[in-house]
């Protein structure tokens, strides 16, 4: 969606999805609040409000905003017919697509990519996944909590429930809550609620400079005991609450367009009779691989405003800047600034903070280790943020990154730094998002 204002910058409410970040606050103005749903024209070429929700499709318009794979057998002789499976659904360690959460049902067919052609925009790209009620502790009683979970930091327990192990998530400490399990077994939280009924808003700074943005507000906000992670009879899970803590009457949409003032912005539909609720998914990379994931929260609001996810200020308890020593919780995501913009979806090298400001598509962020390529995944994503360097934007090498040693090289070889030239390295948010398939 390219929501351009008259003075030039573009309004996103609910719109830019995962990951991104920000100076920590820094040159930003929190607005207090926007219109929940609907868009309101002011003029030519100005918009002063966007509808809540996920934003555009992860099935995008063009090869800037597309990362589904092509047929196989483009440039044989053959029909695709003649091809073999990938490899990858006998080994997941080998080339091929992979659907890592085996407990939601995916709308493109994961396992069926190279092989067949996905027309862009249609299926949208999206994932139903199991909705728990469990329960949360608060002072006026028991209310319901509505939860997904991504991860499981041990192996047994996430093959049980079809979702990724991280063996990093142990080194969470508390910034994990406590919750027990019930007997039907959902969980019961100590403490920790999200509200749902702030409205997203987010303005770039100029068509020139996008970012930072202007105006940052995120749609969902924890309070200062909420958290995503959650320490559960010694195992700590990744089970992000995605609706209010209200009976199941009130966030009942099956069929879609749901109450973003009740439930997450990722949401696509939500039906608590049959306990299921489906998300939006994000492009992104890792180690030159497409991958589909979720976005879900943020340790810091900004970030949350451009990600569309929940600002949980307990996150900030989570060190970063330690990538894969022993006490690290975290794995490192790769973010750009002043990635490629010009033309929007249809160039494919399109990449960055300012390219999904104006145009309104993902950032194509790119993630280090998943599961299938990596031991080291975790879904707490240590933010580092890069900027092109204006000798590499003259010179002509500015362009898509997809894999960490590249980045780091550049990194290395001082063609992109830290924001405005400060050194590379992470710059101090976390978002937390679970992969959910690898591409090929």
Partial sequence: MDLIRSDGGSLLRKTVACVSAMTLGTAMLLTSTASAQGREERGEGEVARAGNGPGPAANGPGPGCN??????????????????????LTNPDLAGPVQLLKSGKFDIPIEQLTGINVPAGNPRGTITLPLYKGAVNTPSGLKPAWYIILDAGDQAEAERLGVNFSKKLHNAGDAARAATRRADGTFLFDSGLVDFRPNREVVAGSQEKPFPPSVAQPGSVGDEDYSPLVLVDGIIYDAPVVAAAVDDAFINFPNGNPNYGLVHDQVIAIDPANRTVTLSLINGYSFGKPVFYISTESSDPTVSAIEGNTFAPRLRRIETGVDDINRSAVERIFIATNGETKGGCQNPQRQGLGAALLDGHRPNNTFGGIPTTATDYSPVWDANVYEWTEEAIEKGYRGLLTEEFRILKLARDGYITGPNGAPYGSFGPVIVCGVAARLN
């Fill in 67 to 88: 990362i589904i794979p092509p047929l196989a057998s483009i440039g044989t002789k053959v029909d695709i017919s003649q091809f073999p499976p990938p490899d990858s």
